[in-house]
């Protein structure tokens, strides 16, 4: 990590300079009391006597420890694990075509963001490398208040009723006797609920895939789930779907690799996004769109307003409209990632909501969380919260009030306070809701136009590529594995039946079981409680087959960048200097990382004498926390006692199909290891077998920027 003397000064924002307000430094301060009290002796209790109990009286100690007592404040229902960062979006061109958003106008406007990622399930403390849908949510603090993007890396719903969150997340939490297992799916209570429920299969399939355990935050795609409505200042309406794509590819790990990283390192994500930033290798992401106007509603074979269903890109292409970058870490997690409160119902004039029943139950749920978890109706004013424009009503009062109204009235209409503050008219920017045309009964069913549950399952599963659908099956093994209930594994391999007959079979056959003759028949198993007895689960082909857009590794938009990979170098005395430095050099020019890895901390001494310094010792280094391992050349090549730790790094990187790249001259220790040097009929071009000189150092980093080489999984 650079030090604070190098740190890339990013330019301030109008949020940035907001916080300020609320910052205080205690650089060369002295310490007082809440009260301002200066303190003359924090570390000594007022007693009665050096050995008599404490008094009290003394009010310092009570308002430290009374502090200290209430300092936790409930961690968030879900998606209580998070990171997040400071940054800015900017729009590539005027969107004035389809929405009168402000902060969508002009590419000359930068809008502070504040952008939290997360996982869902485990609590605050848990792992970053559960295998679990991220969130990702964009608070957008622009001149007409502020506008969250609630999303999560997957652009798809478990659930098409808001009604059945509190069932799916209760279903998907630790169970609840014993609060085992702590963020974690693979368990009896989250599949039966799935294998219930129909209309999750979707979801479900995302969730089993690669997407679910990320390489990074920083390359994974983000989607608004929901179809949102953009209006233009003619108040024409535009359905839309909101994208969101990383600049540096979309990228995963191996389950079993995420499972290591989840010992060695549980705060991996967290770490990589914070040592980016603070690195200056700011993360990035395009903001797609997908518009379909007003009279197309009905176009599609699913219902734009089913939030199981996404629209293919085949279908709808996306188009880039702006990018976000974020350039800045918090000062302070509490204040600022624990205290953000994002909501789907902060919207702004330009954009608008559709009846998609999912988005209608998260706009009651968002602000009556908040309340319960930041405690007032005022949360509001927390600085991480408040708008970069000031906010004027007539609420008032509560909990923890920071604004002070001045003057009688907190009311309207008013006469005493001059009517003041006064409502916007629509041409000085107050908000106006569709004026969508509602005629209907009031009932309580589901649409039929919701029924088909099956097909886009189908469809994921089509366009994921061989490897991918592997990972999957895998998945599944893993997780009906631990589901001790053998009538819950019945009844998803049903259902697995319906989205893919081989994918059903070779589950069923990781599990030892058959898959069931007739999928249907065995779902409600002895269970009489159909979730939904009114509507019958329409079963049809995908009208897309295949779309590579679902696919991790067909997307287009990975690229061949090697930014902020990181490689280890192991190393010990009598490293060749050359092949050490020139490496090294030729991948931090591609904006790669660099570690030295090495069987103590400290220095080592290369052949020509000179001490590199170490940046972790072969302790601390695991293979899972790299994306690529490198054993520069070296005349006197012995790890003594740590070869064991060393052929276990190299073979964990062969194994998870990384890139090894290693000098001429330490082939004898190659032969330790898992790598077949001579297998000339199967080259595996993610083994460099590098020149002292590295002359051949562009095929280390064209093999790098592959990411990983996934035909030698079966053989690893
Ligand atoms: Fe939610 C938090 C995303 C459905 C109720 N949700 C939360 C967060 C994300 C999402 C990213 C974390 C926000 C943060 O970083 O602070 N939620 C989604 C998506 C959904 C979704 C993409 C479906 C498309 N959520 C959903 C439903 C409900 C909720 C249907 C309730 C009816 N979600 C909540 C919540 C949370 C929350 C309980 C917990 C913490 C918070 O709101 O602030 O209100």
Redesign the pocket.
Known sequence: MKDKANKPQEPSNAKLEDLKRNTTESTDQLMNTDQGLLINDDTNSLKAGSRGPSLLEDFILREKITHFDHERIPE????AR?SAAHGYFEVYESMEKYTKAGFLQDPKIKTPVFT?F?TVAGSRGSTDLARDVR???VKFYTKEGNYDL???NMPV?F?QD?IK?PDLIHAVKPEPHNEIPQAASAHDTFWDFISLMPESMHHVMWAMSDRAIPRSLRMMEGFG??TFRFINAQNESHFVKFHWKPKLGIHGVLWDEAQKISGKNSDFHRQDLWEAIENGNFPEWELGVQLIPEAEEHKFDFDLLD?TKLVPEELVPVMKIGRMVLNRNPDNFFAETEQ????PGHIVPGIDFTNDP??Q??L???T???LS?LGSPNFHEIPINRSINEVHNNQRDGHMRQQINPGRTSYHPNSLGGGCPFQAKADQGGFESFNERIDAHKVRERSKSFSDHFSQATLFFNSMTAVEQNHIIKAFRFELGKVDTEEIRMRMLGFLSIVDETLAKKVAEGLGMEVPKSPQKPLNHGVSADPNPDQETVIKKPSVASSDALSMLKSKENNDTIETRQVAFICTDGVNEEALNSMKKALEDKGAMAKIIAPHLGTIKTDKGTEIPVDQSLLIAASVLFDSVYIPANGQFDFKDNTPDVIEFINESYKHCKVIGFGENIKDFIKETMIPLDDNKNKDNGIIISKNDNSNAQEYISALAQHRFWEREPKA
Do not use: E, K, M, W
Not at 76 to 79: G, K, P, W
């Open positions: 968030r229902i879900v998606h998070g939290r997360s969130g990702f949510s609630v999303g999560n719903f659930i808001a969150f789930v929901h939030p953000v409160a994002f909501h999912l988005l139950g998260r009651f749920s968002y009556d969380t908040q978890r």
